[in-house]
């Protein structure tokens, strides 16, 4: 049997919401690297460290676990997020195509200018949270490169529809909720508030769920109202939205999957994308001489001119901070897998129905797979593949992060151009403790800065 967290479900339950990864740290140190938690309300879970179980377990095939069913966000039930079997193997095929090579680099330009557009606010002396700051380019830039919204009316729209329905929809009460209530059920609700709300006129939003259902309406409104424009004129877009409307493979005209799927590309591409920018930077700021590295490295590949998106991808050092700044502070808490197979991980055998969480906080930091675990090093990622299942900051295995690529490349042009013209220092008095946000981990604070002047040789970003 698996040694179990002895607290009280509800003691289990603060320790968490208070301090997540000093629950999981706390634990793991008491009863090793496979242990089974439980939170008031919740089902038990069992928590994974060991890098050889977490290999085992992103090796199984999609016939053999189910989606833990975790997230109360009312996306919608076509979502990705929860397929399982040859629905979810469909779903990824179907999406693959603009997240892959010279189709997502067409999205560059559009990264840059909302790049551009979010760090006018980065005057010298100016004192922010780099967070808000991330999360309105996040926002922009699925506006236009999933959404396909160019026109400036539209961009409002959607942009106060989207603001409000994310705000509702990632307070901590909600999640709470779904942990109490069963997030499935708290979905299940809110959509069918959401389909009362649509067949009556606006109301006194009295109680307290109203706030995230007219919200709701008003968002899949939008989006169907550009949906409805794209498949009337799709052009020569590239955008998304476009190319799931014109792959002709019988989902162009199901509203219920296009919703699922861009709302799902909306909150996976805008909290985490975010969230990881400032872990980024909340590693690579205090430490001048990799400040330096990778403006060097900016330098060597494009001179004073502006960035080239085409070519970001020459910037390896840059590459190697992102990767180990995602190491040492991973957005998630792990990913979550239900066996409906018998499986053994640590000498015992997991029995069915049992959610098994991979801690991916605990496996990245683990010492006898990182030399100087708690140390920012991104020389790491410069030597070669990590250790197998010790590294897995978006998951792994068949339900791999989809919009990973399109991640990865958005804060690699957002991070050059801001290193390029921007320097940052960190707010010592700020208080960046990892706390869950939404759907991720982000700094306390959300990484209070201070701006400083341009770098020699270097004007501010162009507008």
Same mark, same amino acid.
């Not at 793991?28 to 060991?50: K, Q, T, Y």
């Not at 966000?73 to 979810?88: I, M, T």
């Not at 409307?245 to 799902?264: C, M």
């Given at each position: @049997?698996?040694?179990?967290?002895?607290?009280?479900?509800?003691?289990?339950? %603060?320790?968490?919401?208070?301090?997540?990864?000093?629950?999981?740290?706390?634990?793991?140190?008491?009863?090793?690297?496979?242990?089974?938690?439980?939170?008031?309300?919740?089902?038990?879970?069992?928590?994974? #460290?060991?890098?050889? #179980?977490?290999?085992?377990?992103? +090796?199984?095939?999609?016939?053999?676990?189910?989606?833990?069913?975790? %997230?109360?966000?009312?996306? /919608?039930?076509?979502?990705?997020?929860? +397929?399982?079997?040859?629905?979810?193997?469909?779903?990824?095929?179907?999406?693959?195509?603009?997240?892959?090579?010279?189709? @997502?680099?067409?999205?560059?330009?559009?990264?840059?200018?909302?790049?551009?557009?979010?760090?006018?606010?980065?005057?010298?002396?100016?004192?922010?949270? @780099?967070?808000?700051?991330?999360?309105?380019?996040?926002?922009?830039?699925?506006?236009? =490169?999933?959404?396909?919204?160019?026109?400036?009316?539209?961009?409002?729209?959607?942009?106060?529809?989207?603001?409000?329905?994310?705000?509702?929809?990632?307070?901590?009460?909600?999640?709470?909720?779904?942990?109490?209530?069963?997030?499935?059920?708290?979905?299940?609700?809110?959509?069918?508030?959401?389909?009362?709300?649509?067949?009556?006129?606006?109301? $006194?939003?009295?109680?307290?769920?109203?706030?995230?259902?007219?919200?709701?309406?008003?968002?899949?409104?939008?989006?169907?109202?550009?949906?409805?424009? =794209?498949?009337?004129?799709?052009?020569?877009?590239?955008?998304?939205? &476009?190319?799931?409307?014109?792959?002709?493979?019988?989902?162009?005209?199901?509203?219920?999957?296009?919703?699922?799927?861009?709302?799902?590309?909306?909150?996976?591409?805008?909290?985490?994308?975010?969230?990881?920018? =400032?872990?980024?930077?909340?590693?690579?700021?205090?430490?001048?001489?990799?400040?330096?590295?990778?403006?060097?490295?900016?330098?060597?590949?494009? /001179?004073?001119?502006? %960035?080239?998106?085409?070519?970001?991808?020459?910037?390896?050092?840059?590459?190697?901070?992102?990767?180990? &700044?995602?190491?040492?502070?991973?957005?998630?808490?792990?990913?979550?897998?239900?066996?409906?197979?018998?499986?053994?991980?640590? /000498?015992? +055998?997991?029995?069915?129905?049992?959610?098994?969480?991979?801690?991916? #906080?605990?496996?990245?930091?683990?010492?006898? !797979?990182?030399?100087?675990?708690?140390?920012?090093?991104?020389?790491?990622?410069?030597?070669?593949?990590?250790?197998?299942?010790?590294?897995?900051?978006?998951?792994?295995?068949?339900?791999? =992060?989809?919009?990973? *690529?399109?991640?990865?490349?958005?804060?690699?042009?957002?991070?050059?151009?801001?290193?390029? !013209?921007?320097?940052? $220092?960190?707010?010592?008095?700020?208080?960046?403790?990892?706390?869950?946000?939404?759907?991720?981990? +982000?700094?306390?604070?959300?990484?209070?800065?201070?701006?400083?002047?341009? *770098?020699?040789?270097?004007?501010?970003?162009?507008?």
């Amino acid at each position: @049997m698996f040694p179990s967290v002895d607290d009280t479900p509800l003691r289990q339950l %603060i320790d968490f919401g208070r301090d997540p990864l000093e629950y999981l740290r706390k634990a793991e140190a008491r009863h090793g690297d496979h242990f089974i938690g439980r939170f008031l309300g919740d089902r038990p879970r069992l928590w994974v #460290s060991n890098p050889e #179980s977490i290999a085992q377990v992103l +090796a199984l095939p999609r016939d053999a676990y189910v989606h833990a069913n975790d %997230i109360p966000l009312n996306v /919608g039930e076509r979502s990705v997020l929860f +397929a399982d079997g040859p629905r979810h193997l469909e779903d990824r095929r179907r999406l693959s195509g603009p997240f892959r090579g010279e189709r @997502m680099r067409e999205y560059g330009p559009l990264i840059l200018d909302a790049a551009r557009t979010s760090y006018r606010q980065l005057v010298p002396g100016a004192r922010l949270e @780099m967070r808000a700051v991330f999360q309105e380019m996040a926002l922009d830039v699925i506006l236009r =490169c999933i959404f396909g919204v160019d026109s400036a009316a539209s961009l409002d729209r959607l942009r106060v529809a989207l603001g409000a329905w994310l705000d509702a929809s990632l307070s901590p009460g909600w999640f709470i909720a779904g942990n109490l209530l069963r997030a499935g059920r708290v979905r299940r609700f809110l959509d069918r508030a959401v389909e009362r709300a649509r067949r009556r006129r606006s109301r $006194r939003r009295l109680l307290p769920w109203d706030r995230a259902v007219q919200a709701k309406v008003e968002v899949d409104a939008r989006i169907l109202e550009e949906s409805a424009r =794209c498949r009337a004129a799709p052009g020569d877009r590239v955008d998304i939205l &476009a190319q799931i409307i014109g792959s002709g493979d019988g989902h162009d005209d199901d509203d219920a999957y296009l919703l699922g799927t861009l709302l799902t590309l909306l909150v996976g591409g805008h909290e985490t994308t975010a969230n990881s920018l =400032c872990w980024t930077l909340y590693h690579l700021l205090p430490r001048a001489e990799d400040v330096a590295r990778v403006r060097a490295e900016i330098d060597a590949a494009f /001179g004073a001119g502006p %960035i080239d998106p085409r070519r970001i991808g020459e910037l390896v050092y840059l590459d190697a901070v992102v990767k180990e &700044a995602a190491r040492l502070n991973p957005t998630s808490l792990g990913i979550a897998r239900v066996p409906t197979r018998p499986l053994v991980l640590g /000498g015992h +055998a997991v029995p069915e129905g049992l959610c098994v969480n991979l801690a991916n #906080s605990l496996a990245q930091r683990r010492p006898d !797979h990182w030399a100087d675990p708690d140390v920012f090093r991104p020389e790491r990622f410069l030597a070669g593949a990590p250790p197998r299942g010790a590294y897995f900051p978006f998951g792994g295995g068949a339900r791999l =992060c989809i919009g990973q *690529p399109f991640a990865d490349y958005e804060m690699r042009v957002a991070l050059a151009e801001l290193l390029a !013209h921007h320097p940052l $220092r960190r707010d010592p008095d700020a208080d960046e403790r990892p706390v869950m946000k939404g759907i991720s981990l +982000a700094p306390t604070s959300g990484l209070r800065v201070i701006v400083e002047p341009p *770098p020699a040789g270097r004007a501010a970003s162009p507008a």
